[in-house]
């Protein structure tokens, strides 16, 4: 009974998203349309010196303590911006019942110019109140040590059969420096993602699959498709199967995200174009890393340049299912949930001093494979709601039909800056919800 009622809240919440997601697909689409000729241009909104990191505009900001005694709570489903200072842990709190996996990922933006060495990163850990690790995870700069976001996951897993972090109660999160950027006089922003992920309605298979393609295919072929990366999580630009270019300058970070639905295989690469006969040799010039729903990362691979064509790829990964959290290889664990991948490319900033500050071309060769599956039946709602599911809107916005750069969010921070009169933006919103009422109550 429990199944059925739960089979048809999906199926009901599935239609209403659908019919969402065509409607403010319709809007954002026809405000692009109004707001074009009346915007100063491209380059005008992207003059001055661009931010390292674009938070997420909900972020709420919350203060790391020294310690647990005066920790601030996460709540999962709650992104939150905060900071990170040299020599010291920051403490944050959670509250947690005694059923329900939550992850917790710590995303580090240090300023530009700040000196790095490969070993220099962030550690993020969960404890329990008696002060034993749950799960700890670290990230590093690695060969590609200038500054730019990099990200750090732990987690709480009742799931998985560790009779200490089973209980519900009070549990912490810890975040820190790594290496010699510990000791470091600067400060670092940090943005914060909790999410929960309830337990399943049936156990199923405790071991990860094992019967998989695991071989590299060939990259794609074919006519690109210019998509603009956002410049975080948050505003990161969807991408779908196919082949995808924009610009990249020397220090930028461009963020793209891949709606994999359970059963969906990843395969990835990013290539930098030749540079018009200038040379010279970059270490560790071009990275991609893979992260999943949650901002855990899957996987990373950086290559050097030297003025040729240079590619880099993440892959072969197994296909997404539940199971794979029981894998022993880190980047096949990461593959465990259904919902929105992240590609995130990084030019190193000592690109400038052979090639200049002017940008060169990016290409992305996104390669979609598998067979969609059934989801793991999950037994309650995860937190946010919507993190381990693909939508027909998130389908929309890969295919390349949605707007240009970042889809819908774009749009509206487009329109928030654009400087039209918020009479003109309100009959031009007014305008569209009246089409597109008469849409939908055509369709019933």
């Not at 995808?244 to 970070?253: A, H, L, M, V």
């Not at 259904?338 to 200049?356: K, N, P, T």
Request: some cysteine; hydrophobic content about 40%.
């Amino acid at each position: 009974m429990g199944r059925r009622r739960t089979a048809r809240w999906r199926h009901a919440r599935e239609r209403r998203g659908h019919r969402s997601a065509r409607a403010r697909a319709a809007v954002v689409a026809a405000l692009l349309l109004c707001t074009t000729a009346a915007l100063p241009g491209r380059s005008a909104l992207a003059a001055g010196t661009p931010s390292p990191y674009a938070f997420a505009p909900d972020a709420r900001p919350v203060a790391g303590a020294p310690g647990t005694a005066d920790a601030a709570p996460l709540t999962p489903g709650t992104t939150y911006k905060s900071s990170l200072p040299s020599g010291t842990k920051s403490y944050y709190r959670l509250g947690l019942d005694a059923t329900s996996d939550v992850y917790v990922s710590a995303t580090a933006i240090p300023a530009p110019g700040t000196t790095l060495s490969a070993s220099d990163g962030i550690k993020v850990t969960v404890q329990d109140a008696d002060g034993s690790n749950c799960s700890f995870g670290s990230e590093t700069f690695g060969i590609v040590h200038t500054p730019r976001p990099i990200a750090a996951w732990a987690a709480r897993q009742a799931s998985a059969n560790r009779p200490r972090c089973e209980s519900a109660g009070t549990y912490y999160v810890i975040v820190e420096r790594v290496g010699t950027a510990e000791a470091a006089p600067d400060t670092w922003d940090l943005e914060l993602f909790a999410t929960s992920e309830p337990p399943l309605e049936q156990t199923g298979a405790t071991s990860a699959p094992e019967d998989w393609d695991s071989a590299s295919p060939e990259p794609l072929t074919g006519e690109e498709v210019r998509r603009d990366g956002g410049s975080g999580f948050a505003s990161a630009a969807s991408v779908g199967h196919g082949v995808w270019n924009s610009d990249i300058e020397p220090g930028r970070t461009l963020f793209y995200k891949v709606p994999l639905d359970w059963g969906r295989q990843l395969y990835a690469t990013a290539e930098l174009g030749s540079a018009n006969g200038r040379a010279g040799y970059v270490d560790g010039a071009l990275n991609l890393s893979l992260y999943n729903p949650v901002r855990g990362l899957v996987d990373d691979a950086s290559t050097s340049y030297n003025g040729r064509q240079e590619a880099t790829e993440v892959g072969p990964l197994p296909p997404v299912a539940y199971e794979n959290r029981y894998a022993i290889p880190q980047r096949f664990k990461g593959m465990r949930f259904a919902g929105s991948y992240y590609l995130v490319v990084h030019l190193a900033a000592d690109m400038a001093e052979r090639y200049g500050d002017g940008p060169l071309q990016l290409t992305l060769r996104v390669r979609v494979g598998g067979a969609a599956a059934a989801g793991p039946g999950y037994a309650g709602e995860p937190e946010p709601g919507d993190v381990f599911q693909v939508t027909e809107g998130d389908r929309w916005a890969a295919e390349g039909s949605g707007a240009a750069g970042g889809g819908g969010d774009a749009a509206m921070t487009v329109l928030a800056v654009s400087g039209i009169g918020a009479g003109t933006l309100v009959l031009v919103v007014l305008g569209v919800w009246s089409v597109v009422a008469r849409r939908r109550l055509g369709a019933w």
